[in-house]
């Protein structure tokens, strides 16, 4: 099963863009990525998901290498409400994989002013 | 659309007391997942569902029980409330496909 890797903290200056790592080196063909964030201790909130291609959407982009094996989560304008801990998650597909969601720890994303 | 709903917001059991978690979602998802995450910790999967009448174990489903007569609800059962089940407890539908979850707000239990 695919685990992710990231870093435990980060910072960015409130207007900049964050670029938020994430390391997948063991992802196979079919299990897409990910993102969520969880602001305080509220209901992980989804930001992005992607399988091959780069994707963007109105709250980020994500940007995922040729290999695959890693990936980046780019919020292009931070602002203080963006503070928040961000998950990467690797899903393989078909209903029996469900179990296989694992959350590991993510990265604290702290917006300064 | 309310999304996923989660009650109640706060409890506080005693040992060897016994409560149901409650979730609704309106979206017609398919999918179902409770989930509970301790202090400082990432989520772990207790139980999910496929679609109504489907349940099946997740990571870590000692203690803990579910059905899933109607699509919309998903109740979490705690039969023997132990201080190792304090947590917070989220629920999450997905609709299918490669559609993300969605979460509700979870509940946070405490057990003395």
């Known amino acids: 099963d695919a685990k992710t890797t990231q870093p435990p903290s980060m910072d960015c200056a409130e207007g900049r863009a964050a670029n938020l790592p994430c390391n997948h080196s063991?992802?196979?063909?079919?299990?897409?990525v990910y993102w969520y964030r969880q602001i305080h201790s509220q209901g992980p909130q989804y930001i992005i998901h992607g399988l091959k291609n780069n994707e963007t959407n109105e709250m980020a982009s994500l940007i995922i290498t040729e290999d695959r094996k890693s990936s980046t989560l780019i919020l292009p304008h931070a602002t203080l409400r963006d503070t928040a801990v961000y998950y990467c998650?690797?899903?393989?597909?078909?209903?029996?994989?469900?179990?296989?969601?694992?959350w590991g720890l993510g990265t604290s994303l702290a917006v300064n002013p | 659309n309310a999304g996923v709903t989660q009650t109640p917001k706060f409890r506080i059991l005693k040992i060897g007391q016994s409560m149901t978690l409650q979730c609704t979602q309106d979206m017609n998802h398919n999918y179902m997942y409770w989930y509970r995450q301790d202090p400082g910790m990432g989520l772990k999967l207790i139980y999910y569902?496929?679609?109504?009448?489907?349940?099946d174990k997740g990571e870590v489903p000692n203690g803990y029980n579910v059905s899933r007569s109607t699509t919309e609800d998903f109740p979490l059962r705690l039969e023997l409330a132990a201080p190792s089940q304090t947590s917070v407890y989220f629920c999450a539908s997905r609709l299918g496909g490669d559609q993300p979850q969605h979460f509700g707000d979870g509940t946070r239990l405490s057990i003395l």
């Open positions: 998650i690797v899903r393989p597909r078909g209903a029996g994989n469900n179990r296989k969601l694992i």
């Open positions: 569902s496929v679609g109504a009448g489907i349940t």
């Open positions: 063991t992802i196979s063909g079919n299990e897409y």
